[in-house]
Nanobody
Framework: QVQLLESGGGAVRAGASLRLSCAAA?????????MGWFRRAPGKEREFVAA????????YMGDAVKGRFTISRDSTKATVALQMNSLKPDDTATYYC???????????????????WGQGTQVTVSS
């Protein structure tokens, strides 16, 4: 079982930056889990944002955020971060952190394959 808690959301103007954080609490070691970020905007389907392997050596970003967002993890603190730069109004959404127990050192981009989800944090970007 893994509990995930996101933080760092807020309301900003276009062009600003935000850093989201996801803290994981688990009976297993944090390194057992590949992590991901997804988002859902009102009236839209859930969208893949970013993923990172359990080692942190492999990352993958969604097309809509490539070059603007980065994902990282700190295994000593059991946290995963999403650094969001050059934010656009289209980035407005609720952002969710997800965890998947995965032995292979790879990323997971399919939401349905994740086992655990946080409650989400709201990001609002105005023009």
């Amino acid at each position: 079982q893994v509990q995930l808690l996101e933080s760092g959301g807020g309301a900003v103007r276009a062009g600003a930056s935000l850093r989201l954080s996801c803290a994981a609490a688990s009976e297993h070691t944090f390194a057992d889990y590949a992590m991901g970020w997804f988002r859902r905007a009102p009236g839209k389907e859930r969208e893949f944002v970013a993923a990172i392997s359990w080692s942190g050596k492999i990352t993958y970003m969604g097309d809509a955020v490539k070059g603007r967002f980065t994902i990282s993890r700190d295994s000593t603190k059991a946290t995963v971060a999403l650094q969001m730069n050059s934010l656009k109004p289209d980035d407005t959404a609720t952002y969710y952190c997800a965890a998947k127990q995965l032995w292979a050192d790879r990323v997971e981009v399919v939401a349905e394959n994740y086992h655990y989800w946080g409650q989400g944090t709201q990001v609002t970007v105005s023009s």
